[in-house]
C-alpha cells in the first residue's frame, strides 16, 4: 500500500502551487506602490507602464536590463553556494571591489605588456590571455576575500554576517584609497577629478554581444556584453557543481546539518571556508566583469555603491528569489535588473522623487523575500515540525527553526 | 448536566467528553496514509494507539491537531462537528500535543517556552511572573516538577518533556496526544510519566498514548487502536490485550519475541580502548578512564541509565569526540583521535543515537542520505568528483527492497519519512558499509516490533559474519536477548562486566544505578 508509486501529479502540482505566492507578493507590492503614487498625484498605471516600457519596452531597455543583470547574477550564483553552505555572506559588494581592483590592475599591466601603445586603441582586439587572467584574478581576490570571512568563521567562530559587513567597509575605503593614489589615471593626476583608473586597452575588453536574429544583429547597438553569457554558463556550471558533484554534495550536507555532516566525515571547517571562498569568487567575478565588459576602468564617485551599484545586495534578493537555485537566479536576476531600468525610465517620464522609486523597488523586494520565506515556513509546517530542541544553532534564511514566523529572519534591503 | 462544575477539569478549562474521527482519509504524494479510520477518545480515557512504522499514527493524530488536513471524513467534538484549521485552533478547542521530536527552544527558559506564542493580558507585553506562578500552580497539582527560571538546555529529556506537557496543560488541553512519549526516557522517567499520565485521566482528560513498547500499552491503556498500512486493524479494550495478540495484529503475522542465538565465536580483537577520558558537552568529565575491549565475532552490551557516558563513549571511538586521555586502537591500529573519514576507511561503521540530527540530512533525499560517507566513492562517482546518481539510486533501491524500508521513491526526502524507517535507512547504510566494527547507539529506539525483530536479526548475523558490536542501549531486555558480555556504565566509568548468562538481573539494575 505505501510501497514506491513514483512522483505524482500531486507533488508536482504542489509546486507548481509554490509559485502563487510570489505572484501574490507582486502584485501586492504593486498596489501598495499605487497607493504612494496616487498620493504624490501620480497615475500609478502610467507609471507602471512606463516601468515596463523602460525595462523591456525597446531593444536598448533589453540590453541595459540585462547588462544590470548580470553583475546581480554573478552574486547570485555566489550566494547561492554560501546559503546552501550555510553561510550568509553579506559581503558581496566588498568582494566585488576586491575583484574589480585585482582584476583591473592585471588587465592594466598585462595590457601595457603585451599590447604596443599604438594597438591600444585597435577596434576589435582581443587578447585572450589578458582577458582571462583579469577573470581569473578577479575571481581569486573576490574569494581571499570570501574565503577570509569564512575562515574567520570556521577557525574563530566570528559570525560571518558580521565579518562580510565590516570588509565592505574596508574594500570601499581601499578602493578610494587606491582610486586616488596608485591606480589613479595618470592622465587625470593632479586635477581634481572623479577617482578612477586609466582605460584599459581594447584587447583587454570583454567583446560586445549581439545575437545574429535580424538584420542588423540583435543588440548590436547596445552595451550588452559577453558577461552575460559567462553568468549564465557558470550557473549551469554550478547547478551541476552543487547537485551533481561529491564537493557540492558536501557542501550542501554542511549547509544543512553540520552534525551529520561530521558524522558522515565531511571536514565541516573546510566547507564552510570552500563555500565563502567561491561565493567570493563569483561576487569578484561580477565586479571584474563590469570593468572588462562596460566601464572598461575602474572608477566610483566614492560612495559606498559609487562602483556596484549595491549588485552586491541585490545579489543576496535575486538568491533568495530564485529559490537558492543558480539556474532559478537567471530570471531572478533579469526581474531585478528590469526593475532597476524601468525605475529610471518611470522617474524620468513622470517625475516622481527618486526616493520613490527607491521604496517601491525596496516594496517588491520586501514583498517577494516575505512570500519566498511564507513558502519555506509552509513547506516546513507540511512536513510536519519535527525539529528537536537542541539541533546545533542554525543561521541560514532558507530555515526556519522556530514554528513561530514571529522568529523570521526579515528580509534584506536593497539598495 | 446540572452541575457545571464536573464540565471543568482541575485546571478550569472544559472537559472534552468525547471526540470522534471517523472515514479519515489522507494521502500524500505516494502515500495513503490514512484510510477510512474511525478512532475515538473519551474523557478521563487513556486510548493506546499502535501500529508498525509508518502505519500513520503520527499522521492520524497530527490531523486532530491541525498539521495536517483530512481528505476526507469527519472529526466531532462533544458531537458537533468540528473542523481543525491550525495548532492554534486545536488549542483553542482543548486538544494539545506532544510531538515524537519535542519543540522547545534550547535558549529560553522554562516560562519563556510556556509563554511562547501566548496572548498576554498586559498586550505586547509578557506576564512572565504570571506565568510562572501559574506554571508553579500547575506542576503542584500534576506533581510535574520543574524550575520556570531554568533554560531548556540545561533540562534532561525527562524534564524537557514535562515542560511540553505542561505547556499543553498551560494553553488549556483537555484532550492530550502523546506521540512516543516513552522512547526517549529513562525507565525511571517512565514511571514517572506514566503517575502523571493516570493523574491526568482521573481528572478528566482524554489522553492518546503512541508507543512501540507493547508492556507500557498493555500497562497504561484502556483501549488500543492498532493501525497497520494506513488503515484500522481494530480497537480493543486492553484487558483484552496480550502481547502476542498485539503484536500479531500490527504485523500480520505471528511475531517472535525472544530469538535463538547461536553460541558466540569470538576471534580476533577489533577494538580497544585503554583507559579512555573525555569530556561532556558541559566541560564536565564525560568518560573516566575506560577500558574495553571488543572481539571480531562478539555483541558486547553497554548497559546503563543514558546520560552516564554512553554517547561519549559512542562518539570517542567514532572521532568525533576530542579523547583527552588513554588511547583506542582499531584493528591493532592506533586510531585516538582520529578524523571521522579515516574510521570510517577502515571499517567502522555507526548507528548514532540522534538519529534525526546525526544519522541523517532530513532536507536530503532518501538516495543522497544513502551515501553520507560513501557519496565520494569511487563506485558511487567517475573520477571520484561526479556523483552517480544511476547507481546509487539502483544500490539504495535494493536497501530498500532488502529492509523493507517504506518510501514513495528513493527521491523522497528524509524528512517525510516515518520515524523508524529513518531508522531502517540508517541501519542499512551502515551495515551496507560491511563494517569490521560497528556501533550501534539503541539501534530500536522509537522502532516497531516487527522491525526490532528485524534488526536484532540483522545484527546477530552481522555477529555471526565476524563483526565486532558494541551494542548500546537502555532497553535491558534488548542487551540481554543479543548482548555475550554486558558492560555496565555508570558517571563514565565501566562498573562491571559481565558474561551474559544467567545474569542476576537485580545485580545488574543495582550496578546501573551505582549500587555495589
Ligand atoms: N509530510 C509528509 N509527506 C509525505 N509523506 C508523509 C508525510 N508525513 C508522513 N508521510 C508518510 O505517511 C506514512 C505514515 O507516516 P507516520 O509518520 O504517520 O507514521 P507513524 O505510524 O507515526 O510511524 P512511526 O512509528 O515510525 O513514527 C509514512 O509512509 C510516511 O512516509
Ligand atoms: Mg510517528
Redesign the interface.
Known amino acids: 500500500m505505501n510501497q514506491a508509486v513514483g512522483t505524482s501529479l500531486a507533488a508536482r502540482l504542489n509546486r507548481l502551487v509554490d509559485f502563487a505566492p510570489v505572484l501574490v507578493a507582486l502584485l501586492l507590492a504593486l498596489l501598495v506602490s499605487s497607493v504612494l503614487l496616487v498620493a504624490l498625484n501620480a497615475d500609478p498605471l502610467a507609471a507602471f507602464g512606463f516601468m515596463l516600457e523602460g525595462a523591456v519596452g525597446t531593444e536598448n531597455a533589453t540590453a541595459e536590463t540585462l547588462v544590470k543583470a548580470t553583475p546581480i547574477l554573478f552574486v547570485g550564483i555566489g550566494i547561492t553556494i554560501a546559503f546552501r553552505g550555510g553561510m550568509i555572506n553579506i559581503g558581496g559588494e566588498g568582494q566585488m571591489i576586491a575583484g574589480a581592483l585585482a582584476g583591473t590592475t592585471i588587465a592594466l599591466a598585462l595590457g601595457d605588456a603585451r599590447v604596443p601603445a599604438e594597438m591600444a586603441k585597435a577596434p576589435g582586439a582581443f587578447d585572450l590571455v589578458i582577458v582571462a587572467s583579469a577573470l581569473g584574478g578577479g575571481f581569486l581576490a573576490g574569494a581571499l576575500y570570501g574565503g577570509l570571512a569564512g575562515f574567520l568563521k570556521a577557525y574563530f567562530g566570528v559570525n560571518e554576517i558580521l565579518s562580510t559587513i565590516m570588509l565592505n567597509q574596508i574594500a570601499v575605503q581601499m578602493m578610494n584609497f587606491l582610486l586616488n593614489g596608485l591606480l589613479l589615471d595618470p592622465a587625470v593626476a593632479g586635477f581634481n577629478n572623479i577617482p578612477k583608473t586609466a582605460r584599459l586597452v581594447t584587447a583587454a575588453q570583454l567583446p560586445r554581444l549581439a545575437l545574429p536574429l535580424g538584420d542588423p544583429w540583435v543588440f548590436a547597438r547596445t552595451r550588452l556584453h559577453w558577461g552575460l553569457v559567462i553568468a549564465i554558463a557558470l550557473a549551469v556550471v554550478i547547478y551541476i557543481f552543487l547537485w551533481r558533484t561529491s564537493l557540492g554534495y558536501r557542501i550542501r550536507a554542511v549547509g544543512e546539518n553540520e552534525r551529520a555532516a561530521s558524522y558522515a566525515g565531511i571536514h565541516v571547517k573546510r566547507q564552510m571556508m570552500l563555500a565563502m571562498f567561491l561565493a567570493g569568487g563569483f561576487a569578484g567575478l561580477a565586479g571584474v566583469v563590469q570593468v572588462l565588459g562596460l566601464q572598461y576602468r575602474l572608477q566610483t564617485d566614492g560612495s559606498p555603491a559609487g562602483f556596484t551599484a549595491a549588485a552586491g545586495f541585490n545579489g543576496i534578493v535575486a538568491a533568495l528569489f530564485g529559490g537558492l537555485n543558480p539556474i532559478g537566479a537567471i530570471p531572478a536576476s533579469a526581474f531585478f535588473g528590469g526593475l532597476l531600468v524601468g525605475a529610471q525610465k518611470m522617474q524620468r517620464e513622470i517625475g516622481v522623487p527618486a526616493s520613490l522609486i527607491t521604496a517601491v523597488n525596496g516594496l517588491i523586494v520586501v514583498f517577494v523575500v516575505s512570500s519566498e520565506i511564507f513558502i519555506l515556513q509552509r513547506s516546513k509546517r507540511r512536513v510536519s515540525l519535527q525539529e528537536t530542541p537542541l539541533a546545533p544553532a542554525r543561521a541560514s534564511a532558507k530555515r526556519a527553526d522556530s514554528p513561530d514566523p514571529a522568529d523570521e529572519p526579515t528580509a534584506e534591503e536593497a539598495g | 448536566m446540572n452541575n457545571p462544575k464536573t464540565h471543568l477539569l482541575p485546571t478550569g478549562h472544559a472537559r472534552i467528553e468525547s471526540l470522534t474521527m471517523s472515514g479519515i482519509v489522507k494521502?500524500f504524494?505516494?502515500?495513503?496514509?490514512a484510510?477510512k479510520i474511525d478512532f475515538n477518545v473519551r474523557s478521563g480515557e487513556i486510548h493506546a494507539l499502535l501500529g508498525e512504522n509508518?502505519a500513520g499514527k503520527?499522521t492520524l493524530m497530527?490531523m486532530l491537531y491541525g498539521?495536517?488536513h483530512p481528505d476526507e471524513g469527519e472529526i466531532r467534538i462533544n458531537d458537533k462537528p468540528a473542523t481543525i484549521k491550525s495548532?492554534i485552533d486545536a488549542i483553542q478547542r482543548g486538544i494539545g500535543m506532544i510531538?515524537?521530536?519535542?519543540?522547545?527552544?534550547?535558549s529560553l527558559t522554562v516560562a519563556e517556552n510556556i509563554a511562547?506564542?501566548m496572548k498576554s493580558s498586559r498586550g505586547f507585553q509578557l506576564d512572565l511572573d504570571v506565568v510562572s506562578q501559574r506554571v508553579i500552580e500547575l506542576s503542584d497539582t500534576y506533581n510535574l516538577k520543574v524550575d520556570p527560571r531554568l533554560p531548556?538546555?540545561q533540562l534532561a529529556v525527562g524534564e524537557?518533556q514535562r515542560v511540553e506537557i505542561l505547556r499543553a496543560l498551560y494553553k488549556g488541553a483537555a484532550l492530550l496526544i502523546l506521540d512516543e512519549p516513552t522512547a526517549v526516557l529513562t525507565p525511571q522517567e517512565v514511571a514517572g510519566l506514566f503517575r502523571i499520565l493516570k493523574q491526568l485521566a482521573a481528572d478528566g482528560h482524554g489522553l492518546v498514548f503512541i508507543s512501540h513498547k507493547l508492556h507500557e500499552v498493555l500497562e497504561i491503556s484502556h483501549r488500543v487502536t492498532v493501525l497497520r498500512?494506513?488503515r484500522r486493524v481494530d480497537t480493543i479494550p486492553t484487558r483484552q490485550a496480550t502481547r502476542p495478540k498485539l503484536a500479531e495484529m500490527m504485523v500480520g503475522r505471528p511475531v517472535l519475541l525472544e530469538y535463538a542465538k547461536n553460541p558466540p565465536d569470538p576471534r580476533e580483537e577489533r577494538l580497544t580502548m585503554r583507559d579512555v577520558s573525555a569530556l561532556s558537552n558541559r566541560g564536565a568529565t564525560g568518560l573516566d578512564a575506560v577500558s574495553l575491549r571488543l572481539r571480531s565475532g562478539e555483541i558486547v552490551g553497554i548497559a546503563g541509565v543514558s546520560g552516564n557516558g554512553q554517547q561519549e563513549l559512542a562518539q570517542c571511538i567514532?572521532g568525533?569526540r576530542d579523547v583527552t586521555a588513554g588511547s583506542v586502537m582499531i584493528n591493532g591500529r592506533d586510531v585516538t583521535n582520529a578524523?571521522?573519514?579515516?574510521?570510517?576507511a577502515i571499517g567502522l561503521s555507526?548507528i548514532?543515537e540522534?538519529r534525526?540530527?546525526?544519522?541523517?540530512?532530513?532536507?536530503?533525499s532518501v538516495a543522497?542520505n544513502y551515501v553520507?560517507?560513501d557519496?565520494?566513492h569511487p563506485k558511487y562517482?567517475a573520477a571520484?568528483?561526479?556523483?552517480l546518481?544511476n547507481k546509487i539510486r539502483e544500490a539504495c533501491r535494493r536497501a530498500?527492497h532488502l529492509f523493507e524500508i517504506?518510501?514513495?521513491?528513493t527521491?523522497t526526502?528524509v524528512?517525510?519519512l516515518s520515524g523508524g524507517n529513518i531508522q531502517k535507512l540508517v541501519l542499512a547504510r551502515e551495515l551496507s558499509r560491511d563494517p569490521g566494527v560497528l556501533i550501534a547507539a539503541q539501534p530500536t529506539r522509537g522502532v516497531d516490533i516487527g522491525a526490532t525483530e528485524y534488526i536484532h536479526k540483522q545484527l546477530l548475523e552481522e555477529r555471526d559474519k565476524g563483526t565486532a558490536i558494541l551494542l548500546i542501549s537502555e532497553d535491558l531486555d534488548e542487551i540481554r536477548a543479543l548482548s555475550d558480555r554486558i558492560a555496565v556504565m555508570y558517571e563514565g566509568r565501566i562498573v562491571g562486566e559481565v558474561v551474559n548468562e544467567n545474569v542476576d538481573i537485580e545485580q545488574l539494575g543495582l550496578l546501573m544505578t551505582g549500587g555495589e
Open positions: 494521502r504524494p505516494g502515500v495513503l496514509a484510510d509508518g503520527s497530527k498539521l495536517y495548532p510531538h515524537q521530536h519535542f519543540m522547545l527552544a534550547p511562547l506564542g531548556i538546555w524537557q498500512d494506513g567514532t568525533l578524523p571521522p573519514a579515516a574510521l570510517h555507526y548514532p540522534e534525526m540530527i546525526d544519522g541523517v540530512i532530513k532536507e536530503f543522497e553520507l560517507q557519496h565520494g562517482t571520484r568528483v561526479f556523483m546518481f530498500i517504506k518510501t514513495p521513491s527521491e526526502l524528512k517525510s
